[in-house]
């Protein structure tokens, strides 16, 4: 059965390092999402993404923050300069699109800023 | 703006026994509804969805869900829990943007389950 993949498993970086979390959706599925969730907190939307737009961001998405489809595979959430508070399991989500609403999310990667 | 309550933060099943986790929602218009479920260090695995039609609502492992409009419910059922089944439950409510899903959580329930 397809399914979302996110490598790496686990990131550890330093507060002000850049990274990149990567993650390749089910092959014809044209809906894309990030979410995240902080340890013992409820998982929460990042940003939705189409045809190579952003169509909606949550607050949380602020300048720091950018996604990018570089490839017909790949989709990457990036993190300019970490902070502390972005430690947190971030999880992708695919879907096919309307009339398929069905989110499949990865295994996740987990952040850990020091 | 669209939210989910779930209430329980934990909830103890002994194995066999039925189990009903409890999900609330807020939202406008007729929502989508879900449930996933994540076992330590897994990802988010639906379980099912609501989307219209038949109120009572089956998924994968022996799980259904109601939905009920007049109590902004979406409880999930399972008449005999197994020891496998323990792990966290989140509830979540869809909201449609220009044919967008953004998946509004609950703050999960965990599982545990007693010999």
């Known amino acids: 059965e397809p399914e979302v993949t996110q490598t790496p498993s686990h990131q550890v970086t330093q507060m002000g390092q850049e990274v990149i979390l990567r993650c390749v959706p089910i092959s014809n599925h044209l809906y894309f999402y990030w979410y995240r969730q902080i340890l013992g907190q409820k998982v929460e939307f990042l940003v939705s993404f189409y045809n190579n737009e952003i169509s909606e961001k949550s607050e949380i998405f602020d300048d720091q923050f950018s996604v990018e489809r570089p490839d017909g595979s790949n989709f990457t959430l990036k993190i300019r300069s970490t902070k502390l508070e972005d430690s947190a399991m971030y999880f992708c989500?695919?879907?096919?699109?309307?009339?398929?609403?069905?989110?499949?999310f990865g295994p996740g990667t987990r952040l850990t800023v020091t | 703006a669209q939210s989910v309550t779930q209430p329980d933060i934990h909830i103890t099943v002994s194995e066999g026994a039925s189990l009903e986790l409890r999900c609330n929602y807020s939202?406008?218009?007729?929502?989508?509804l879900f449930w996933y479920v994540q076992s330590p260090g897994q990802g988010l695995q639906l379980l099912l969805k609501y989307f219209s039609g038949d109120t009572l609502v089956q998924g994968i492992k022996g799980f259904e869900a109601e939905f009920k409009r007049s109590q902004s419910s979406f409880n999930l059922r399972k008449p005999s829990v197994h020891w496998s089944d323990a792990a966290e439950y989140f509830c979540a409510v869809g909201r449609m943007n220009t044919g967008f899903q953004k998946l509004v959580f609950g703050t999960g329930t965990r599982l545990l389950v007693s010999p």
């Open positions: 989500a695919s879907t096919q699109g309307p009339p398929i609403y069905e989110q499949y």
């Open positions: 939202y406008g218009a007729t929502p989508y």
